[in-house]
């Protein structure tokens, strides 16, 4: 599936989709499980990403979605594996992804437990991208 430009569809598709005036999550929330999996063995995942553009509407869902679990947790997860790129990792550093996951850890609650392990993934994997990177 990857080698035959599987992850490039389902990012486009991801992109397409949460540009819809309201995003439709029955669709996005599959997909970001989908992208997550495939991301995993995709090493090219996070380039991709960014060049489609799916990083900043990845990171805008998530601004979106601070107070609905669900949907903030599949985009989390989709952050992590994009975060698997150094070039990906200094862009989410730049596009203010640590201030966000500042901001998911600040009100925690037992709500919340859910989210702190991707949220956790997602920092180690971008400040390991941004060492490498120095």
């Known amino acids: 599936m990857i080698s035959k430009g599987g992850s490039e569809a389902l990012l486009q598709t991801?992109?397409?989709t949460a540009r819809t005036a309201p995003p439709d999550y029955d669709i996005l929330l599959p997909l970001f499980r989908?992208?997550?999996?495939v991301?995993?063995?995709?090493?090219?995942?996070?380039?991709?990403?960014?060049?489609l553009e799916a990083l900043d509407v990845t990171l805008i869902?998530?601004?979106k979605n601070l107070s609905h679990?669900?949907?903030?947790?599949?985009?989390?997860?989709?952050?992590?594996?994009f975060a698997s790129s150094v070039s990906t990792g200094a862009m989410l550093g730049i596009n203010g992804a640590m201030e966000l996951l500042f901001?998911?850890?600040?009100?925690?609650?037992r709500k919340r437990t859910r989210s702190i392990r991707p949220l956790l993934l997602?920092?180690?994997?971008?400040?390991?991208?941004?060492?490498?990177?120095l």
Not at 39 to 51: F, N, P, Q, T, V
């Open 14 to 16: 991801l992109v397409d």
């Open 122 to 133: 997602t920092s180690a994997a971008s400040t390991c991208s941004l060492v490498t990177n």
């Open 34 to 37: 989908l992208l997550a999996k």
């Open 61 to 63: 869902l998530a601004r």
């Open 69 to 81: 679990g669900q949907n903030l947790l599949h985009c989390l997860w989709a952050l992590r594996v």
């Open 39 to 51: 991301g995993l063995r995709d090493k090219k995942i996070g380039r991709k990403a960014l060049e």
């Open 103 to 109: 901001k998911v850890i600040t009100p925690y609650t």
